[in-house]
């Protein structure tokens, strides 16, 4: 594949981006920057990562006759078409695979967004799956904790949380080599505009019900009662729990509330389809009857305890698939 015809600006036949295009993505993301930032294998390969982004949103949005690429395949066809990378492409394979063990490394920070009654958080859905998280995002190199967070939920939620940041509530784990810190931001009013400023890596944006995340059984903690998909958020219910249990919330229950998860933001067209993750409750009482004063605001959920030992199990596993 090393010797990639040249060709005009149109397409090739089998959909692949034409050497101009490659060599301008090239030009523009792995040439033109700072010397350190070509030092080693793991930058170069975000560099890369960066541009696979750029032809996806950009180029293919715009010609729709070019093909969407994975990220090891347009790497491979960067690699070939690329002086400097050029001879490197004998080891293009262990050098992605070093990348992708790389990147699960990297600290990864966000916030955990709840309304101004403690009862609700925001979760994100990205873009081709179908399970649910924290907006949350990795850090660049040098980038304070805080302001990562800051810069991927504004990038994934449209939302600016700096007013509301507290450098000191926050929770956090580790999963195998890598730390995630999520910063709490209570009190957010529920009719907030969210809408992601990034294209094709948020699918749907909603507000939650903090009960619906209680695991639907002892054996599937990393689903919630309402069937939502809880692999990276389920991990962190319980810390959150003990913090809920120990702050006020600004406003009381809100009986006119609906029983079952708000949707703020969707997505015209994703991978995901028309298929709704915003389930009703499996609760029949009237909202009232489910936050009545003996209960308190989330009471119910401020009650239940996780198995932490099969929570990690199941991170765990979900990676290794």
């Known amino acids: 594949m090393s010797g990639l015809p040249r060709s005009s600006g149109a397409p090739m036949k089998n959909g692949l981006p034409p050497q101009e295009l490659l060599d301008d993505l090239c030009s523009r993301f792995v040439l033109n920057v700072p010397k350190e930032d070509l030092q080693s294998f793991e930058r170069i390969l975000f560099l890369v990562e960066y541009a696979h ?52 490394r990297v600290p990864v920070t966000g916030a955990i967004i709840l309304d101004e009654t403690y009862e609700r958080c925001l979760l994100v859905k990205g873009w081709k799956g179908t399970s649910w998280s924290f907006p949350r995002g990795k850090k660049n190199k040098d ?11 504004l ?12 450098k000191e509530e926050y929770i956090e784990m580790i999963f195998g080599q890598q730390r995630v810190r999520l910063y709490i931001v209570a009190g957010v009013k529920d009719d907030t505009a969210f809408a992601p400023l990034t294209k094709k890596e948020i699918s749907e944006i909603a507000w939650q019900r903090l009960e619906d995340l209680q695991p639907a059984n002892d054996d599937v903690i ?55 993750a915003i389930a009703e409750t499996h609760s029949s009482k009237p909202v009232a009857d489910a936050h009545s004063s003996d209960t308190g605001p989330g009471r119910s959920f401020r009650n239940f305890r996780f198995d932490t030992a099969k929570v990690f199990q199941a991170i765990e596993t979900a990676f290794s698939t």
């Open 143 to 153: 980038e304070e904790d805080h302001k990562c967070a800051v810069r991927e939920v």
């Open 222 to 276: 990393s689903r919630g009662i309402t069937g939502l998909k809880l692999y990276m958020v389920a991990p962190f219910l319980a810390s959150l729990n003990a913090w809920i249990s120990a702050h006020q919330p600004p406003v009381a229950s809100k009986p006119d509330m609906p029983l079952r998860g708000i949707s703020v933001w969707k997505a015209k067209n994703s991978s995901t389809g028309s298929s709704s």
């Open 53 to 104: 982004w750029f032809y996806e949103d950009n180029s293919v949005e715009k010609n729709p006759s070019l093909k969407s690429l994975s990220l090891k395949e347009f790497t491979s066809l960067m690699f070939n078409s690329c002086d400097v990378l050029r001879p490197h492409v004998a080891h293009i394979d262990d050098i992605f695979k070093d990348f992708t063990s790389y990147k699960v």
């Open 155 to 166: 990038e994934e939620t449209g939302f600016d949380f700096s007013k509301l940041l507290n």
